[in-house]
């Protein structure tokens, strides 16, 4: 085991697109969302509106799914300058639910992975986004029981993690975070003086990709596989 | 103080209509709902109608503004068969973006009362709904300081109360609840060995409200105001 992880007693699980598949279903939802619009504008454009209204609302709806059907439905008024059919808003709000009925697709060797490192460490899951949403993906998922805690979290920001912590009675020296975004769950948890390794998923949300000189300073190591972490943390 | 109470170590507290209002502005809401809508149905059939989309979403939304600003909406194309105008789904959305903005009006001696029971009892705040929302409630309200944990729940049943007070290691003997709802704040908790004190706020949603015989056997104190309970405790 690198030095570093010498000292770690507890490890952090973000869950969307690091235990299992979530932003493949906002890019799908988006797609057929630029569908139903298409008549008005080209995709590009919608994703690029679509994209300022959820930033526009993150301040009023947070993150999950709701919010992202109020941002779609607003979106589409607004694009059809107040043309759009009742129809359409009906399918909008069926996009929506269909996205919280969603099989939980986990991603490769999550179960072998949370199993073995669960001989060793203390496992937590932190996560963010709509409350029932995530209960309910976890639930679903098989792997509850993997976990001593169970955090979501309204955001994940360097004052979240120390809060948790500190309820936790985790010292942030004792603490990795383990995820896909380095937004998220890698560069708050340096601040902290924690670890953090990074497990990028193939699609990132345009809000959670950090420009390059944010994290110039920070030291973490990126895998290509949650399943490379077994070998590191041995 | 009553006999019952002695063992009494911390007390929880609902958040929504026992510390701040919050019924009354959801009321509010429907009553602006049903303004918009009332050339197609009668306010009391439009009362009901969206009783039973919010109970139909329940599972997909959960509990809190959100969900409810997308019953709304599904309600405005139902019951128009489809004839909404854009301006008034615009109108929906704003009236829950409004609810998300209100200030937080505290309820009578709520201040005093958390102070002085903060001095010999450790208080935690139980709420359920949007987490984002209630966050930002507990923030507005300036009562953040009083609460030694703060736990957002998705549901409050008896399941959610035994995990929650395994997880803060309180024994059931130890733990009083107070709150609004007799099905969220008082049979659960005299259903898993806990006490409760109901403080009925003037408006309950009809969720809410429970038969009957279905607490003819549990044994709690109702009292008129949040007030009376530093009496009680003391």
């Not at 029981?145 to 955090?151: D, L, V």
């Not at 920070?218 to 041995?234: C, E, F, R």
Request: charged share 25%; with cysteine.
């Amino acid at each position: 085991m690198d030095k570093t992880y010498r000292s770690i007693k507890v490890i952090g699980f973000d869950a969307d697109d690091t235990l299992w598949v979530n932003e493949t279903y906002f890019r799908e939802a988006e797609q057929e969302f630029c569908n139903l619009l298409n008549k008005f504008e080209t995709p590009n454009k919608i994703d690029q509106e679509l994209f300022k209204m959820e930033m526009k609302n993150l301040e009023y709806y947070g993150y999950g799914v709701k919010g992202f059907i109020l941002s779609m439905v607003e979106m589409a008024l607004e694009l059809s300058n107040n043309t759009i059919s009742n129809l359409t808003i009906a399918k909008i709000i069926d996009i929506g639910k269909d996205m919280i009925n969603k099989p939980v697709e986990l991603l490769d060797g999550v179960e072998n992975v949370l199993k073995t490192l669960s001989n060793k460490y203390r496992l937590i899951l932190v996560t963010k986004g709509d409350l029932l949403d995530q209960e309910r993906k976890l639930e679903k998922s098989g792997l509850i029981n993997f976990f001593h805690h169970i955090e979501v979290l309204s955001d994940k920001k360097e004052v979240n993690y120390t809060k948790l912590l500190r309820h936790l009675d985790i010292k942030p020296s004792e603490f990795l975070m383990i995820g896909n975004s380095l937004k998220s769950d890698v560069l708050p948890l340096i601040n902290i003086g924690a670890e953090a390794i990074h497990v990028p998923f193939h699609t990132t949300w345009a809000h959670e990709e950090v420009p390059v000189n944010v994290h110039d300073n920070a030291t973490y190591l990126t895998v290509s596989s949650l399943n490379d972490i077994i070998q590191l943390m041995s």
